[in-house]
């Protein structure tokens, strides 16, 4: 038996609150294209999101934020999987596997624990030091292939692969035993969200957009109605000169450079093609343009996300749904993990 050629998209995002512009152009957008070529599993990863702490009522509610968010963007429920981890308690399980796979070496160098960790990582809890194990977990759960993420998680699917390699290589024998001649764990292949899709901070052109910037204008958030999205593009930094018609033009405009990249993102076409059109143009006949396009695309992603968020039964609904249909993938995969460890199995 062989591990098949079956294409299987796994990715996941935190309920942590204030979803934006960012998480849906560089993430959820992306997810949504991938539901026509792979089937895919999209995770709301609430036991993630305890790695720091988070506040149960507002936890709860991000959960089917996020789930809303998939949903009012196009990812389709029935046909793919969505769902949150907790429900499915396979991940927690093989994570505390690949806790005894991982090194303490490896862990040592993510850089993301060590950004959230800062200077006091003594106080940081020991699940945001095994996040990635956890991580590793839901991917290969599934036995994923593909991982769409954005640059700043490559080096967790890097860790992803190693586990996946050192558990093929530790347990090669009983792994043949069990009936598989080459590995159990597929290398999942990371599937890097572009520089396009990458959305910064409207108000500083060299930061991410994030959710945790204490200026509320230097996001867009999915939650903001038409008024707020067209104040925080007028309000948005930019530089005096006009727009630049060749894409080289835009070096060292950072803040240029990520509207006209918001612009094309959401308008589907290339960079080059928004230069065709606005090249020249101030900010002041930029601006509007882009504003109208913003709200004529986000505005109804957010009314959706809204008029989802009000039928709390249909988010829970649709996320028991998912899990179940989530957990008759991983069931059969982790009693071959227990069964590969050596862990007795009561008939
Ligand atoms: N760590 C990811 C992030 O913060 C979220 C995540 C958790 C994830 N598990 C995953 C992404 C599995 C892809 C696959 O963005």
Same mark, same amino acid.
């Given at each position: 038996m062989?591990i ?66 998939? +949903? ?8 793919? +999987?969505?769902?949150?981890?907790s429900q499915v308690s396979e991940h927690a399980e093989l994570a505390w596997i690949f806790n005894c796979v991982a090194r ?26 095994s996040? $990635?194990d956890l991580?590793a977990a839901d991917?290969l759960a599934y036995r ?19 586990i996946a390699q050192k558990f093929n290589n530790d347990f090669s024998k009983s792994i043949r035993q069990a009936g598989y001649d080459d590995g159990f764990f597929?290398? $999942? ?24 910037? $204490? ?13 707020? +999205? ?9 530089? $005096? ?85 989530a957990r008759a993938i991983a069931a059969p995969i982790f009693e071959d993990v227990k069964r590969i460890v050596g862990f007795i199995r009561s008939k």
């Open positions: 062989s098949g050629l079956t294409q299987r998209v796994f990715s996941g995002v935190q309920p942590t609150g204030n979803l934006h512009l960012g998480n849906y152009l560089g993430a959820i957008t992306r997810f949504v294209e991938l539901q026509n070529t792979h089937e895919c599993i999209y995770c709301v990863v609430d036991m993630h999101a305890i790695t720091v702490w988070q506040d149960p009522v507002e936890l709860a509610r991000n959960t089917r934020e996020v789930t809303a968010a998939y +949903i009012a963007a196009g990812v389709d429920a029935s046909k793919h +999987i969505v769902f949150n981890q303490m070496g490896w862990l040592n160098r993510m850089t993301q624990f060590k950004d959230k960790a800062g200077k006091d990582a003594e106080k940081a809890s020991v699940g945001l030091y996040y $990635p991580m991917i994923a292939t593909h991982v769409p993420v954005g640059e700043d998680q490559k080096q967790h699917l890097e860790l992803t692969r190693d597929p290398l $999942p292949e990371p599937l890097i969200t572009g520089a396009a899709t990458r959305v910064m901070s409207l108000k500083d052109g060299s930061k991410k957009m994030s959710k945790s910037d $204490p200026s509320d204008l230097s996001r867009i958030n999915l939650s903001d109605g038409p008024d707020d +999205i067209a104040r925080k593009i007028k309000k948005a930094r930019t530089d $005096p000169d006009a727009l630049p018609s060749e894409e080289k033009g835009l070096e060292g405009r950072p803040e240029a450079a990520n509207l006209v990249g918001i612009y094309a993102a959401l308008a589907g076409c290339s960079i080059k093609d928004v230069l065709k059109d606005f090249g020249g143009s101030q900010f002041s006949t930029f601006k509007p343009a882009l504003s109208e396009l913003a709200v004529e695309k986000m505005g109804p992603v957010g009314l959706e996300m809204k008029r989802l968020m009000a039928d709390k039964a249909y988010i829970d609904e649709v996320l028991k749904d998912g899990s179940q249909r």
